[in-house]
């Protein structure tokens, strides 16, 4: 737990510095330091934005620590992004493009945000069709039959 929270902290401090992971080793618990106001609350006393920003940072975190061992390549993110402020959305943002240009994750995001929407070059777009079905649009988006 120790280890995870060092390596999510390095993300966190990449998305948002003002927060910081605390460890509790004997209860195998963490704690959210907010460094604005010198405060430390238990993760099950925070927002929605925070919260979103504390499970990006341990994935991502989980992902550089599992690295060691097995590769990770890809990594999901489903949604979450309606719950930031325009501030921190954009922070979420920077941080994917970061690991886009570290080039060692590939980040999938699925997403009904349109600011986040805009910023991703590459999209696989799901057309209703009608009747419960659906069809893929998008790059490397092909037909099988």
Do not use: W
Not at 111 to 116: G, I, Q
Request: hydrophobic share 40%; proline share 3%; with cysteine.
């Amino acid at each position: 737990l120790g280890i995870l929270t060092a390596e999510a902290n390095k993300r966190l401090k990449n998305l948002n510095p003002r927060y910081a992971l605390k460890c509790d080793s004997e209860r195998l618990a963490l704690s959210l330091v907010d460094k604005d106001f010198d405060e430390v609350r238990p993760t099950s006393n925070i927002s929605g934005g925070e919260s979103f920003q504390v499970s990006l940072a341990l994935a991502l975190g989980l992902s550089s620590m599992a690295s060691n061992r097995v590769r990770i390549d890809t990594l999901f993110l489903d949604e979450g992004f309606g719950t930031l402020d325009s501030r921190t959305l954009q922070m979420a943002i920077q941080t994917l493009a970061n690991l886009r240009e570290e080039g060692d994750k590939l980040v999938g995001v699925i997403t009904h945000v349109e600011a986040l929407k805009e910023e991703i070059e590459v999209r696989i777009a799901v057309m209703p069709c009608g009747n419960g079905y659906s069809s893929l649009q998008g790059p490397g988006v092909r037909m099988i039959s």
